[in-house]
C-alpha cells in the first residue's frame, strides 16, 4: 500500500491545476519528489540507485516522446512521469500504468472534445490503478 502513498498525498493538487491552469506545478513535483525519496528511504533499503536508474531511463524515454510528438506532451507530465518512475522501480506497472494513462487521456478527449487535454490527471489514475492491479 505504500507504494501508492506519495502521489495520493499530491495527486488532488497536481490533478486540480492541470484540469483548471493546464500545467503542473513545480512546487507540486518537488513536494512529490521529497515524498517519494522519503518513502524509498523507508522501504527500499539497497535498491535506491537502481529506483534512480530506472527513472533516468524513464525520463530520457519521456523527453524522446516529447521531442517526437513535438511538444504535445507538457514537461510537466513528463516530470511527472519520472516521479512515478522513480517510486515504482518497475516496468510492468509503469507501463500498465502508462497504458491505463492513454486510454483515459484518449476517452476524456472524446467526451471533451477539446484540442488540449489535461495529462497528469489521467497520468495519476492510471499508475494508481496499475499499483492496485499489481
Known amino acids: 500500500?505504500?507504494?501508492?502513498?506519495?502521489?495520493?498525498?499530491?495527486?488532488?493538487?497536481?490533478?486540480?491545476?492541470d484540469l483548471r491552469h493546464h500545467r503542473v506545478p513545480n512546487t507540486s513535483?518537488?513536494?512529490?519528489?521529497v515524498l517519494i525519496e522519503i518513502d524509498l528511504a523507508r522501504y527500499a533499503i539497497g535498491s535506491e540507485r537502481s529506483a534512480h536508474l530506472f527513472a533516468g531511463i524513464s525520463?530520457?524515454?519521456?523527453?524522446?516522446?516529447?521531442w517526437l510528438l513535438r511538444g504535445r506532451i507538457?514537461?510537466?507530465?513528463?516530470?511527472l512521469f519520472t516521479l512515478i518512475a522513480l517510486h515504482l522501480h518497475s516496468l510492468l506497472v509503469l507501463t500498465s500504468g502508462l497504458t491505463f494513462s492513454c486510454i483515459g487521456a484518449a476517452l476524456w478527449a472524446l467526451?471533451?472534445?477539446?484540442?488540449?487535454?489535461?495529462?497528469?490527471?489521467?497520468?495519476?489514475l492510471g499508475t494508481l490503478l496499475a499499483i492496485h492491479i499489481h
Open 29 to 33: 513535483l518537488v513536494v512529490l519528489w
Open 111 to 124: 467526451i471533451s472534445r477539446k484540442a488540449v487535454i489535461p495529462f497528469a490527471p489521467s497520468l495519476i
Open 74 to 79: 507538457g514537461m510537466g507530465d513528463i516530470k
Open 1 to 17: 500500500m505504500h507504494l501508492a502513498f506519495p502521489l495520493l498525498l499530491v495527486a488532488p493538487w497536481i490533478s486540480f491545476e
Open 59 to 66: 525520463l530520457i524515454s519521456a523527453l524522446v516522446l516529447h
